[in-house]
């Protein structure tokens, strides 16, 4: 699942991706797309218990790989 989340102010990113998590399900992955490094997502995915890596793209957004820990 991907969702692209460029050209929105904040806090709409940030509403979006946690909105789509609770629609993710056991060993599915959501890949977000940002304009900027999600920063205060991060903090709420820690909390939340899931995984993510991040990767700046050439045209400077961000691109986050988030999946649920397993167990």
């Not at 460029?6 to 993710?24: A, I, V, Y």
């Not at 599915?28 to 991040?54: C, H």
């Amino acid at each position: 699942m991907i969702l692209d989340n460029r050209g929105l102010e904040p806090p709409q990113p940030m509403m979006r991706t946690l909105s789509k998590l609770e629609e993710l399900e056991e060993g599915q992955t959501l890949i977000i797309i940002n304009d900027r490094r999600p920063m205060f997502l991060f903090e709420q995915l820690d909390e939340l218990g899931y995984l993510y890596l991040t990767e700046q793209q050439e045209d400077g957004s961000y691109r986050v790989t988030i999946s649920r820990k397993a167990g």
